[in-house]
C-alpha cells in the first residue's frame, strides 16, 4: 500500500491541526493504520494507531486527551486531529501500514510508509 500524508504546517501553541492520510494500492481496509512522529534528533515515536475496523485505537501517553485518530476506508484515508499543540510536538509526521490484526507500536511492525509531513507548533 502507498501512503502520502499531508496537512502539515505552522501552528501556534494552543491550536489545533489535522493530519491526512491517503492510502492506494491493495485493499485499505485490511491494515491497522498508525501515526509516528520524528523530532529533530530524537527517534521515531509512535503517535496513535487505529485498526482495520475502528474499533481499536491506541495512542502515546504524551497525546492522549489531545489528539484522535479516525479512518474512513471508503475514502482510503486516515486521519490525526490534533489539538492543545504545543512546541514538544514539532516533528516530521509519518502515517505508516501494518498488516497484522494488532500490532504493538513499534515503526518495525509497520511495513508500508508515507513520505512525511512536518508540523511546526512555535509563536
Known amino acids: 500500500v502507498q501512503l502520502q500524508a499531508s496537512g502539515g504546517g505552522l501552528v501556534q501553541p494552543g491550536g489545533s491541526l489535522r493530519l491526512s492520510c491517503a492510502a492506494s494500492?491493495?485493499?485499505?481496509?485490511?491494515?491497522?493504520m498508525g501515526w509516528f512522529r520524528q523530532a529533530p534528533g530524537k527517534e521515531r515515536e509512535a503517535v496513535a494507531r487505529?485498526?482495520?475496523?475502528?474499533?481499536?485505537?491506541r495512542y502515546a501517553d504524551s497525546v492522549k486527551g489531545r489528539f484522535t485518530i479516525s479512518r474512513d476506508n471508503a475514502k482510503n484515508m486516515v486521519y490525526l486531529q490534533m489539538s492543545h499543540l504545543n512546541p514538544k510536538d514539532t516533528a516530521v509526521y509519518y502515517c505508516?501500514?501494518?498488516?497484522?490484526?494488532?500490532?504493538?507500536?513499534?515503526?518495525?511492525?509497520?511495513?508500508?510508509w508515507g513520505q512525511g509531513t512536518l508540523l511546526t507548533v512555535s509563536s
Open positions: 505508516a501500514a501494518s498488516s497484522e490484526d494488532w500490532p504493538n507500536s513499534l515503526p518495525q511492525s509497520f511495513a508500508s
Open positions: 487505529i485498526s482495520w475496523s475502528g474499533s481499536l485505537t
Open positions: 494500492g491493495r485493499p485499505f481496509s485490511t491494515n491497522t
